[in-house]
Nanobody
Framework: QVQLVESGGGLVQLGGSLRLSCAAPGSIFSINAMGWYRQAPGKQRELVAA???????NYADSVKGRFTISRDNAKNTVYLQMNSLKPEDTAVYSC???????????????WGQGTQLTVSS
């Protein structure tokens, strides 16, 4: 079972910055899109940002201009740089990857375990 490993969550003050990382195993055959989702208490999970295999990013309107998604294909890692954080950014952030584990295998969606971000005012 493929597990994406996230790191970088924590507690930050209003206006602060934080960077999340998500790494897929080195044994992965190929990675298509990767993205970050978040779920706040009492709310549905929402897409925050995604990036294609070619590096094209896509952002939720609520984070445009504040968050930047990037990826390092050599490390099978995707990053989410979060600046100008607001209390409404508080949520559990989960990484998602569209991966193929072997040349003949299916392309499937995999998730990380989630990491908590809390922005205090």
């Amino acid at each position: 079972q493929v597990q994406l490993v996230e790191s970088g969550g924590g507690l930050v003050q209003l206006g602060g910055s934080l960077r999340l990382s998500c790494a897929a195993p080195g044994s992965i055959f190929s990675i298509n899109a990767m993205g970050w989702y978040r779920q706040a208490p009492g709310k549905q999970r929402e897409l925050v940002a995604a990036i294609t295999s070619g590096g094209k990013p896509n952002y939720a309107d609520s984070v445009k201009g504040r968050f930047t998604i990037s990826r390092d294909n050599a490390k099978n890692t995707v990053y989410l740089q979060m600046n100008s954080l607001k209390p409404e950014d508080t949520a559990v952030y989960s990484c998602n990857g569209i991966l193929k584990t072997s040349p003949g295998g299916q392309t499937r969606s995999y998730w990380g375990q989630g990491t908590q971000l809390t922005v205090s005012s």
